[in-house]
């Protein structure tokens, strides 16, 4: 199995940037699809952006192309996400996940998840 754990959340004021960086560990982390999920209070966990094991390929929600942007190094074994021109209703948990399989979009195509980093965007 993979361990992934996530930093870089934070405050930031509506129009900033954050990244968001997920640091995998164990199995071969490039045997992985990686994706992003948020998960704000009293709301289900929503896919953000995901990316295939090359990093090749990837997703977005259509609430944050454009703005946000996902890649990998699986050199490092890590996957960050890039947010910029931040919103407030985009705050949140948020959480990298990681599929054996292919890239998914719902959260239970995932089988490896990181504890979360809280994301905060003020008005």
């Known amino acids: 199995q993979v361990q992934l754990v996530e930093s870089g959340g934070g405050l930031v004021q509506a129009g900033g940037s954050l990244r968001l960086a997920c640091a995998g560990s164990?199995?071969?982390?490039?045997?992985?699809?990686m994706a992003w999920f948020r998960q704000a209070p009293g709301k289900e966990r929503e896919f953000v952006a995901g990316?295939?094991?090359?990093?090749?390929?990837?997703h977005y929600a259509d609430s944050v192309k454009g703005r946000f942007t996902i890649s990998r190094d699986n050199a490092k074994n890590t996957v960050v996400l890039q947010m910029n021109n931040l919103k407030p209703e985009v705050t949140a948990d948020y959480h990298c996940?990681?599929?054996?399989?292919?890239?998914?979009?719902?959260?239970?195509?995932?089988?490896?998840w990181g504890q979360g980093t809280q994301v905060t965007v003020s008005s």
């Open positions: 164990g199995r071969t982390f490039s045997n992985y699809a």
């Open positions: 990316v295939t094991t090359s990093g090749s390929v990837s």
């Open positions: 996940a990681a599929s054996r399989f292919s890239l998914g979009m719902r959260p239970g195509d995932y089988a490896y």
